[in-house]
């Protein structure tokens, strides 16, 4: 496979920079390091951009959050400087990766998302009778810098823009990419394309969706699943270095429906989890108190507004949704 060089020009550029910094604004429109940044945003562009170029750029620390739902997770927010490099180097990187991602992968990808992976998975059930559905142990956490590192060095050749990948990459726990990092969610995506290639064309499952690392394989009976979940345990722990959820690991008949992001799908109905329909109505109703607060302005309210009404429609929940819009639901 040949590989990519002559990026690092047009990452650093100051056009490239000032789009990304944009980008990095609308998921933090209100902060005050963004704030700061915009203030001067052409010289912090220009020292950035010097920083990148010399070679002189390193990564600055992460505050810590925790957030409870729908499990405790710990969530890492980089500097807005930061966050501006992020989106300037998966710029330049995705368009390389995305020729090669399988059509079936979900998360984080435009024209994507959770709305089309319910109904590709819906569609599949209605072929087949059996799904396994597994999951990897602590992902995030677990994933070997070295591997990550070797993977995306598989198609970029350009020195600089590796070695600004490596030091994004360890910048913090010699393990693990750290939660919340826009370049996080994209590299996760690169770590896990070697596994969608070998379920789907060294073992032969056509019917095979992952969405992050909740990945469901489709098929006719379960003697087959039970090979390719043994499969799927030996490839990750070899080649990747992970390890399995096992207590999140089923293998099951589509009567008895799966469940997928926040979903319960059968070939003829979705509906949505309970606890997740609550999860949002219980978001909308912060989004409605933070807006009234002026805590967030009207087009990050629609934008967050329109994601949990697209996640609550991926179900069959036409009645539901009109009493939300409505504004009966309690």
Known sequence: MRRIGGLFPSLVSFETLRR???????????SADAMRFFYRLEPELLRLQAELESGDYRPGGYRYFTIHEPKERRIAVASFRDRVVHHALVGVLEPIFERSFIFDSYATRKGK????????????????????????????????????????????????VLDLVARIVRNGEPRGLPIGNYSSQFLANVYLDPLDHHVKDMLGFRRYIRYMDDIVVFADD?????????????????????????????????????????????????????????????????????????????????????????????????????????????
């Open 222 to 330: 379960s003697r087959s699943l039970k090979r390719v979940l043994a499969q799927i345990e030996s490839f990750i722990e070899r080649a990747l270095r992970l390890r399995l959820k096992r207590s999140a690991c089923m293998i099951n008949t589509s009567a008895h429906g799966l469940g997928f992001l926040g979903m319960r799908i059968f070939p003829s109905v979705v509906r949505i989890r309970r606890e997740n329909l609550a999860r949002s109505l219980s978001r909308m109703k912060r989004l409605d108190a933070d807006l009234a607060a002026r805590k967030i302005d009207e087009e990050a309210y629609q934008r967050s507004v329109s994601s949990i009404c697209a996640h609550i429609a991926s179900g069959d929940t036409h009645r539901l949704m009109q009493s939300i819009l409505r504004g009966e639901s309690s």
């Open 113 to 160: 998302g959770t709305h089309r992976a319910v109904a590709r998975a819906q569609r599949y059930l209605r072929g087949k009778r059996w799904y396994l559905k597994c999951d990897i142990k602590g992902y995030f956490a677990s994933i070997d810098h070295e591997v990550l590192l070797d993977l995306v060095a598989r198609k970029i050749k350009d020195p600089h």
């Open 20 to 30: 990304s910094a944009l980008l990095a604004m609308r998921g933090s429109p209100h």
